[in-house]
């Protein structure tokens, strides 16, 4: 049975496997452009699964999960290098989406409401 891990969880585990190497982090902008690549891989993977491009025969067959896999450790590792906790900043950002998009899209509670008037 998998484990289910939280953020802090998958910080650490990650902050524990950099800091067997010596060379520990990398800078921050070698970092970001670590992720913008990965980010790359995954939109090639999306754009071949859904989009109009189409795999070649011999691109080997990379999935979506492990693109979006790559990513989050991308992501994970950085945060860690400029000590930022990540559960802390999706906190906030949550808050700041609900405040700024509660009345952007159509709610589906309030199509129910009108429903059932």
Do not use: C, W
């Not at 910080?11 to 950099?18: H, M, V």
Request: charged share 35%.
């Amino acid at each position: 049975m998998k484990q289910e891990k939280n953020i802090a969880a998958l910080q650490e585990e990650l902050a524990q496997y950099i800091a067997q190497f010596e060379e520990g982090y990398f800078s921050p902008t070698t970092q970001v452009l670590n992720l913008v690549e990965e980010v790359g891989e995954l939109a090639r993977e999306i754009n071949h699964h859904y989009g109009e491009k189409k795999k070649k025969n011999q691109d080997e067959s990379n999935h979506i999960e492990e693109e979006l896999g790559d990513v989050l450790i991308a992501l994970i590792i950085m945060a860690n290098s400029l000590k930022i906790d990540l559960a802390d900043s999706y906190e906030s950002n949550m808050q700041k989406f609900k405040r700024r998009d509660h009345n952007r899209f159509e709610r589906l509670d309030r199509k129910e409401m009108e429903q059932t008037e």
